[in-house]
């Protein structure tokens, strides 16, 4: 049963941080690309970073470059997303996926929320 568990989201102020986790099961976590991607109030799937099964590329989106930044433990099973900097419009659901035909997840997480309010 592939299941993939997201957590760390909160209720945070701008400028702050969170580091997200999606654990993983049911499959051979380090075979596949892994992505995350979030749904802000009201608004439809933003994807917002992508990393490969080997871990050797990252691609972010515009609107979080260089705030944050993905990564992957494979002897965990776990998929990470930093945040930084945190803006308001950040809030959202955040959701891991594994993608299975690029570039659809085909196993989702429930997600986890996060907002960014003062």
């Known amino acids: 049963q592939v299941q993939l568990v997201e957590s760390g989201g909160s209720l945070v102020q701008p400028g702050g941080s969170l580091r997200l986790s999606c654990a993983a099961s049911g499959f051979t976590f380090s075979s596949y690309t892994m992505s995350w991607v979030r749904q802000a109030p009201g608004k439809g799937l933003e994807w917002v970073s992508t990393?490969?099964?080997?871990?050797?590329?990252?691609t972010v989106a515009d609107s979080v470059k260089g705030r944050f930044t993905i990564s992957r433990d494979d002897a965990k099973n776990t998929l990470y997303l930093q945040m930084n900097t945190l803006k308001p419009e950040d809030t959202a659901v955040y959701y891991c996926a594994r993608v299975g035909s690029w570039p659809w997840g085909d196993y989702w997480g429930q997600g986890t929320q996060v907002t960014v309010s003062s």
């Open positions: 990393i490969n099964s080997g871990g050797g590329s990252t």
